[in-house]
Structure formats: structure tokens, C-alpha cells
């Protein structure tokens, strides 16, 4: 059967200070895979996918950045953090082979920005 | 743009009562349709997947699809306290000549408290 990780669980971060997230899929070979961000209350919101090493796509300008090393991980980042970027970040995947989409999710990281 | 409008909630319904969960979504190529729950402080867990005109049922849920309306419903019957979370309606980008790479788009959300 199929995992996804992710840590850290919970990150507390100084304005202006890197972040480095990372997400690992368990179980499967050439997934797709997401980064989302859900703000308190809010929906979610995909800011990168990759459908192979290396090929990253991003949906939303920001001061993130995304990168994908190895087939089954997938790493979030950023420079200088601001107090915007506090927020659940979660990790999916789907089956890169499939027509159907389904996306599962990894367990998150709520980052908060001080 | 392609949109995802979730019935506005919260919604409070009854132990043993039916929830009914709405979603419209505007681009009418989509193919795939999703429910997923998502309980406080958690991820959300994928807990409904439909692709057909028509009902799937799955124990006490049933996603009803309806293309021709645009239109996507999730049932719950035979409601429960542990039913109590946030129901996130989630749709396919559509093919267009090419492959959407797994992409979805999210509602906001709808509420549901099931009150003992």
C-alpha cells in the first residue's frame, strides 16, 4: 500500500528566516505530486505540482519554491519567510499513470510565521 | 477560471438525520469529481470518488453526478456525531488535448456539525 510523509508536524518560524518542507510517497513509482496551502478557514490553494524528477510547475507567484531530487520527493522552500506564508501546507499524490485523479494526502505541516 | 461553489454552511443536522452535501462546478469538460472530509486540524482523506451520471453509494455516503446540471452531491445518511467536519468538493481540470496532470480544484468547504 501507498504512504506519504511529511515533516516537520509543526514548524514555528521568525519572519525573514528559510523553510525547507519535505513530503515522501511510500509504495509507488512516478506519482504525481502537489504542494497545496490551506490558510486558517480557507480552501486550498495549489501552489506547485511535478509529474516527473525535476519538472516542477508552479501555480501561484510567491516567494516559495519547489523541487523534486528523487521520483518520490518532493521538498517546499523558501528564502525569507513572511507573515503571509503562515499557514497547513499538505502534500499529495496521485497516480501519474491514471485518468482518474485521485489525489491522497499526507498528514501536513502547520507552519506559523512570527 | 475554473470554479468550485460548495453549498454555504455551516450545516447542523440531527444524529440519524441526512446530511446532503451541493456542489456546482462551471467548466463542463470536467471528467472526475471527488469528496474528500477533512476533520480539524487534520488532512483531508479522500472519501468519495465519481466519474458517471448517476449515484454511487459506499456504506452511508452516496455521490450523486449530474453533468448536464454541473452539479455534484454528497449523502450521508444515517448521520453521526464522528460525520462532524469540514466536506471539501474537489474537480478534475479537464483534458484538453493533453493531460491535466492530476490538477484538481477545491471548494472552500461546507461545515457539518451532527448533533447528538
Known amino acids: 500500500s501507498q504512504t506519504i510523509h511529511q515533516w516537520p508536524a509543526t514548524l514555528v518560524q521568525p519572519v525573514g528566516s528559510p523553510l525547507s518542507l519535505e513530503c515522501t510517497v511510500e509504495g509507488t513509482s512516478n506519482p504525481n505530486l502537489y504542494w497545496y496551502r490551506q490558510a486558517a478557514g480557507r480552501g486550498l490553494q495549489l501552489l506547485f505540482y511535478s509529474v516527473g524528477i525535476g519538472q516542477i510547475s508552479s501555480e501561484v507567484p510567491q516567494n516559495l519554491s519547489a523541487s523534486r531530487p528523487q521520483d518520490r520527493q518532493f521538498i517546499l522552500s523558501s528564502k525569507k519567510l513572511l507573515l503571509s506564508d503562515s499557514g497547513f501546507y499538505l502534500c499529495?499524490?496521485?497516480?501519474?499513470?491514471?485518468?482518474?485523479?485521485?489525489?491522497?494526502f499526507g498528514p501536513g505541516t502547520r507552519l506559523t510565521v512570527l | 477560471q475554473k470554479e468550485v461553489e460548495q453549498n454555504s454552511g455551516p450545516l447542523s443536522v440531527p444524529e440519524g438525520a441526512i446530511a446532503s452535501l451541493n456542489c456546482t462546478y462551471s467548466?463542463?469538460?470536467?471528467?472526475?469529481f471527488f469528496w474528500y472530509r477533512q476533520y480539524s486540524g487534520k488532512s483531508p482523506e479522500l472519501i468519495m470518488s465519481i466519474y458517471s451520471n448517476g449515484d454511487k453509494e459506499d456504506g452511508r455516503f452516496t455521490a450523486q453526478l449530474n453533468k448536464a446540471s454541473q452539479y455534484v452531491s454528497l449523502l450521508i445518511r444515517d448521520s453521526q456525531p464522528s460525520d462532524s467536519a469540514t466536506y471539501l468538493c474537489a474537480v478534475d481540470a479537464p483534458f484538453a488535448g493533453g493531460t491535466s496532470y492530476g490538477k484538481l480544484t477545491f471548494g472552500q468547504g461546507t461545515i457539518l456539525t451532527v448533533h447528538p
Open positions: 467548466d463542463r469538460g470536467s471528467q472526475s
Open positions: 499529495a499524490w496521485s497516480r501519474g499513470s491514471s485518468s482518474y485523479n485521485e489525489q491522497f
